[in-house]
């Protein structure tokens, strides 16, 4: 097993991720510990790629003969033309993060974004009741998939942006692909003292955050946390810190609180059983993703 001992050999099997930038990411350290884990001869690695080179670069990973790809920023939706298949959640979420090259050269592409958000919500305390009403956050890449996550878990989710026009054309769009009822707001309606933001975080059990703010430790906008019932979930899909800005004041109020790695995690693992076929070894890549964060 040539890269259980750390060698690739001619019959490793090759993995990796594509995104621009790309240096930030514990991808490798996660999928390479796996691989380790399981004695699986298989490397997972970074590649840059520019957004003008992803056709190309997709062909080029099918005539190298890679096995499949992760898919980051800004190339999500990039990919969908150069794909022969997408899975029901991609399509519906127009983004794929997933790429599984076949024996027969097709490309198959999913979103283990949702899945991986859904999970990582139940293992940070979300009852597996279904909720009434979830907040989300942010109207941008990653917020397609928070909505089909969050619609599998509660009967109604509310969209909040800065820009509330983004918050409805999301909802319109993904209005079919969820049973959830979808809807509307401004994110400054969730400061403290406004009726709106009052009567929805008084109704929510998780509040999701899908916008970049607080990625550099910049001050999250104001939220009226103190409306939120007592266990209503923070998650933030921001991971650079265990208590980002966003957390910060839920944490402060008791709220229970959880950052974006066990998204991370999870999509990683059904992105590893999608290529490998194996089930994940989640704890190993648990630990091997806290490794690459210190
Ligand atoms: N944990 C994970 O596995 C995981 C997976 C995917 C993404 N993420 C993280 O999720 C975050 C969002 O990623 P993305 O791909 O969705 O980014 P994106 O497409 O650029 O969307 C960013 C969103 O944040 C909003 N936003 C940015 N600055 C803001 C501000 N100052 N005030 C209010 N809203 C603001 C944007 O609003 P406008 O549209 O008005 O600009 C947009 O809705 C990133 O931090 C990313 O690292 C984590």
Redesign the pocket.
């Not at 942010?138 to 917020?143: F, K, L, R």
């Not at 899908?210 to 703010?213: D, V």
């Given at each position: 097993m040539a890269s259980r001992a750390g060698v690739i050999g001619g019959s490793t099997r090759i993995v990796g991720v594509i995104g621009d930038p790309i240096e930030h990411t514990r991808s490798p350290a996660m999928h390479n510990a796996a691989f380790r884990a399981l004695g699986l001869d298989w490397v997972y690695l970074p590649f840059r790629v520019a957004p003008a080179d992803v056709g190309t670069a997709l062909a080029g990973a099918r005539a190298l003969g890679l096995r499949g790809l992760n898919v980051t920023?800004p190339h999500k939706e990039a990919v969908l033309p150069h794909l022969d298949r997408l899975s029901e959640r991609a399509r519906a979420c127009r983004a794929v993060n997933t790429i599984v090259v076949h024996q027969d050269g097709t490309l198959s592409g999913d979103n283990t974004?949702v899945p991986?958000l859904e999970r990582a919500l139940l293992e940070a305390g979300l009852s597996r009741r279904p909720a009434e009403l979830a907040v989300l956050l942010?109207?941008?890449?990653?917020?397609r998939a928070a909505v089909l996550a969050l619609g599998a878990r509660a009967r109604h989710v509310v969209i909040a942006?800065?820009?509330p026009e983004?918050a409805r054309a999301l909802a319109r769009e993904l209005r079919r692909a969820t049973g959830a009822e979808l809807s509307a707001i401004d994110?400054a309606d969730l400061a403290p003292g406004r009726a709106t933001g009052r009567d929805v975080l008084s109704r929510a059990s998780v509040v999701v955050n899908?916008?970049?703010?607080g990625?550099h430790g910049e001050p999250f906008?104001p939220l009226d946390v103190a409306s939120t019932p007592t266990r209503c979930l923070f998650y933030d899909?921001?991971?650079t810190r265990a208590r980002t800005p966003f957390l910060a004041p839920a944490a402060r109020r008791g709220r229970p609180v959880a950052n974006?790695?066990g998204?991370?995690l999870h999509?990683g693992a059904e992105a590893f059983t999608a290529w490998t076929g194996r089930r994940a070894p989640v704890e190993v890549m648990r630990r091997a993703l806290a490794r690459a964060g210190r």
């Open positions: 920023v974004d991986g942010g109207a941008g890449g990653s917020a942006a800065r820009r983004r994110l899908a916008t970049s703010l990625l906008v899909l921001v991971y974006g790695l998204m991370l999509q």
